[in-house]
Each structure stands twice: as C-alpha cells, then as structure tokens.
C-alpha cells in the first residue's frame, strides 16, 4: 500500500517538501534550498511530525554540505576541521531550535555532532568530515520507515493478543487515534497510524476513529487524507466527542504517536492526547503509545520537564481551508482560504500545541526494539527494554 509523501528528492537532486498547510484540497511541492528555508517550513509547520521534522532537518544539512563540496573554489569553513566544527555547529542549533516539544529533532541534530567530533577525533581532513555527516544526515531520513513498520507489527501483534485475551469476541479492531501520525509526519508508513495500517493489512482492523485535532486540524486535514488514499474504513469525530464514542461504541484500543517520551514513560504528544487518554482509563480502553526510540528522552525524569511548544495565539483563532461550496482559481485549483472564528480584539487565548499524558493512563509504550507494558500497580514505566 503506497501512502503519501512529506519529502521527496526532485529529478535535480533537490529536496522538496509537500506543503501540509494547503493539504488536503491542494498538493504543492516546494524545494528546500536551504537551512533557512528548512527552518521556516519547520517552524511555520508547512511540515510538521516528529520524525518527518528530523528528516527534513537531517536531509538539508546533508545538502547543504554536498553543495559545498562541490562548490569550486571551495568554502573558506572546509579548509580545516576547526573551521568546519566552527561553521556547521551554529547551523545545527539553528535548525534544533524550529520546534522545541519534538525530541527526535534534537536526537538528530545531537547525532550529526557526535559524528563531527568522532571524526574530528580521528584525525579526519574536513572534507571527510563533511562527507561522514552527509551520510549521516541521509541515515537518520532512510531509517525511519523500516522502524516504523517495525513498531507497527510490533505494537499491532501486541494489541491484537491483549483484546484477545481480554475480550473473547474476536471482532475486528477500532481504534481511536489522534493528530496525525502517518506517511506525512514520517518519512513513510508513520507510527501510530502505522500500527493501524499494519491492524487493517492483517484483515484485522474495524475502523479507524480520528479526532479533528484542533486548530491545526492535523486530523481532518492531514489522517483523513492518509486513510482515504489508504483506502481504510474511517470515522472522524470532534475533539470534544470522545467521550461520548466511548460511551456509545466499541473502541478497542487509542493509539497515539509522541513528541517526547520522559524517562518515566510520560508522554507528550498533541494537544488534547491527554484527554483522550483520561477518557480510555475511565472506559477501560487500551491506550497505545507508538514512537520510535529516538523519541525517548531519558534526560529527562518525568514529563514535567518536558518543553511545551506554545503556538502564536492568533493560530487558535484561525481555521485554513477550501471555499464551500467551492470556487476555482485561475490554475483549476479549489479557491483556499484562511477565516478567522473569534472577535479580531480577543485578549486572553492559551495555545499549547502539545500535552502531557502521565505515564500511569498508558498501557504500552511501543518502540521499534518492542513493547513496554506497564506493570501492573506500577504507576511509571521501566522503558530498558525498548530503547
Ligand atoms: O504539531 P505537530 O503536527 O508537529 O504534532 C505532531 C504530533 O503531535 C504527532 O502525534 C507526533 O509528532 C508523532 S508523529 C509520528
């Protein structure tokens, strides 16, 4: 099954990012030049994920160096180790510090320093150096679907033997997810969803439930598109409704993807996961947690630690999409538009993109080394085994 794509290469060699912001009504590459121009996409969400970000962030920095190599004459940072470490590091940290709340950017932008010292320490010229880290940059964007579709086994022969030994109608699966976790925050297959798609592979999936995920709407502009072009049977509820689902459909499990995952097994991930999972505990409904280890931050104890992204307030405000009904520009597109829903002078508004779900209302915590279940009358989990 073919999904869509975040980032993909152009016939030229250059990196090009589908702009989800216009998603699901108009599909627009646009190419990544530049650290500067990979920033802002991050940061002003055109790609936005976990591990898609992380990509897009490895990816460019390979780039960017592949284009100094082969610059004549060559730059002035290439002509020592010293000049190199000095030029590259500051334009890691600015790439790190597009979005704070996603760990696996700063895994990324840690591993490629790590490899710049490793090969500083061993001697390296700087153009093998910037070679290393090209390679590097290219290994964190290649790994990531095999993870993923790791996890998704993993995580969905893990599901599929617990309804079984809890609930012995053997009925075909529904699960609740939220945000969006597929092909378009990943490099491909996702997490979350990923497990889903692996559920609805297997013939063992009922339906997929997704919640709207406001106000981005990662839900009802970005998963609804991934489980239509999927062709898996979908059900779209308001981010208010799941208590009411709960209440009035069989859910067997929520499975949720994460921007960060504490020491202790909290986890933070979109904003309104948390009520999602206060909701399945009450319901005695599984909930999932799919992430890959680079996800994981064992610096930090417990999620309290953890950095909430605030989003300007003005996006709380706004709802992007097509006319309706709808109207077509010069090029045959559908006429987008971005409308504000709330007074202009509205003072007071809290926008956190992302909340934390404490460790003691997830069930399992699934990696692509496998899955962690919390014990029973353990209140945090131990997380060895799966990092
Ligand atoms: O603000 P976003 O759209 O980047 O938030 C994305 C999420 O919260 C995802 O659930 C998370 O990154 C996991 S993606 C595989």
Redesign the pocket.
């Known amino acids: 099954m073919t999904g869509l794509t975040s980032i993909r290469t152009s016939r030229n060699s250059k990196i090009e990012i589908v702009d989800q912001l216009l998603l699901p009504h108009t599909t627009e590459f646009i190419e990544i030049d530049t650290i500067e121009q990979a920033h802002d996409a991050i940061k002003s969400?055109k790609i936005?994920?976990?591990?898609a970000i992380a990509s897009l962030a490895a990816l460019t920095f390979s780039a960017y160096l592949t284009r100094a190599l082969q610059a004549s004459p060559a730059p002035a940072f290439l002509s020592s180790p010293d000049t190199l470490k000095a030029h590259v590091l500051p334009l890691l940290d600015f790439l790190y510090s597009a979005r704070p709340t996603?760990v696996n950017l700063g895994a990324a932008t840690r591993r490629l320093t790590k490899t710049l010292q490793a090969s500083v320490d061993a001697g390296k010229d700087a153009k093998t150096i910037a070679q290393d880290l090209i390679a590097e940059g290219k290994n964190i964007d290649g790994e990531d679907v095999g993870r993923n579709k790791e996890m998704a086994k993993q995580g969905g022969e893990w599901l599929i033997n617990h309804v079984k030994s809890h609930d012995k109608t053997g009925e075909d699966l529904n699960v609740l997810t939220v945000?969006?976790?597929g092909s378009l925050?990943?490099s491909g297959y996702?997490?979350a969803l990923g497990l889903i798609t692996y559920l609805h592979e297997t013939g063992k999936l009922g339906k997929a439930y997704f919640t709207q995920s406001a106000p981005?709407h990662?839900g009802s502009r970005l998963t609804s598109l991934e489980l239509q072009t999927l062709k898996i049977p979908n059900v779209m509820i308001c981010d208010t409704m799941v208590g009411s689902l709960f209440q009035n459909h069989k859910i067997h499990a929520v499975a949720?993807?994460?921007?960060r995952i504490a020491k202790n097994g909290d986890t933070a991930?979109?904003i309104g996961t948390y009520n999602a999972a206060v909701l399945a505990a009450r319901h005695n409904i599984p909930f999932i947690v799919v992430?890959p280890v680079s996800t994981v931050d064992l610096d930090i104890a417990d999620g309290t630690s953890i950095p909430i992204e605030q989003r300007p307030p003005i996006e709380a405000c706004l709802v992007r999409g097509a006319l309706h009904p709808p109207s077509l520009n010069v090029h045959g597109e559908k006429e987008q538009a971005v409308v504000m829903i709330t007074p202009s002078d509205l003072e007071g508004i809290y926008n956190p993109?992302?909340d934390v779900t404490p460790a003691d209302l997830i069930t399992a915590i699934v990696t692509e080394k496998g899955v962690a279940v919390r014990e029973e009358g353990e209140l945090v989990f131990d997380l060895s085994s799966v990092v």
């Not at 936005?48 to 591990?51: D, E, I, L, S, Y």
Request: charged share 10%.
């Open positions: 969400m936005r994920g976990a591990p996603a945000c969006n976790t925050a990943t996702g997490t981005y990662q949720v993807g994460a921007d991930n979109k992430a993109s992302f």
